[in-house]
């Protein structure tokens, strides 16, 4: 079975703090993504990377960075956590565009910024 | 800039009705979709899929439909059951997933 891992179901942050979320795919996919869920706005895009060392912004950028040292693993790093980065954070992967193109996704993480 | 969107928030449907779910996309150089469900709590997961150089595709219970003239999605589960309760999102991909707001589909028993 095809597998995403995020390591945090539920996350509790204060203000400041910096934050990682942590991503791991056992694809061996190229492609990672980072979306934020929120009511009234569906999944928005924050990052995703087409390779190791690779990444570019999606819609939301702002206040994220990302890091992938491997392929199978994406961060999602918040620099200094404020409230409303209080979402639901979700990881997918997908391979390189071809026969069969559809992302998959991992479990979520709520996370809570007080 | 582009964006996917879902035409009801809500969709309210009796058990073992049929029930339609759709989308409209707005770039039209995007060639594949996919129709995501998501469970509370948990992580969208894939549906079906369809691409543009096609216009109708069936999976088990659940057709997807394209009409690329007017830009249109739509997902049609058929004898809907409880267990199809949860939010649906479609997606448009080029490089990226673009994904609507996603639609609830809740299920009287």
């Known amino acids: 079975d095809v597998k995403v891992t995020q390591s945090s179901r539920y996350l509790v942050k204060r203000t400041g703090e910096k934050v990682f979320l942590e991503c791991v795919q056992d694809?061996?996919?190229?492609?990672m993504f980072w979306y934020r869920q929120d009511p009234g706005l569906g999944l928005r895009l924050i990052y995703f990377?087409?390779?190791?060392?690779?990444?570019e912004k999606g819609d939301i950028p702002e206040g994220y960075s990302v890091s992938r040292e491997k392929k199978e693993r994406f961060s999602l790093i918040l620099e200094s956590a404020s409230t409303n980065q209080t979402s639901m954070y979700l990881c997918?992967?997908?391979?390189?565009?071809?026969?069969?193109?559809?992302?998959?996704f991992g479990q979520g993480t709520r996370l809570t910024v007080v | 800039g582009e964006s996917v969107g879902l035409h009801l928030p809500t969709l309210s449907v009796q058990e073992g009705d049929n029930s339609i779910i759709n989308c409209a996309y707005s770039?039209?150089?995007?060639?594949?979709f996919i129709w995501y469900k998501q469970e509370s709590g948990k992580g969208p997961q894939f549906i079906i899929d369809?691409?543009?150089?096609?216009d109708k595709r069936q999976g088990q219970r659940v057709t997807v439909l394209l009409n690329k003239t007017v830009k249109h999605l739509s997902l049609q589960i058929a004898a809907t059951q409880p267990g199809d309760s949860a939010v649906y999102f479609c997606?448009?991909?080029?490089?990226?997933?673009?994904f609507g707001q996603g639609t609830t589909l809740q299920v009287k028993p």
């Open positions: 997918a992967s997908s391979p390189m565009d071809g026969v069969n193109t559809e992302a998959f």
């Open positions: 694809m061996d996919h190229e492609n």
């Open positions: 990377s087409y390779d190791v060392k690779m990444k």
């Open positions: 770039n039209s150089a995007s060639d594949y």
């Open positions: 369809i691409r543009s150089n096609m």
């Open positions: 997606a448009e991909r080029e490089g990226k997933l673009i």
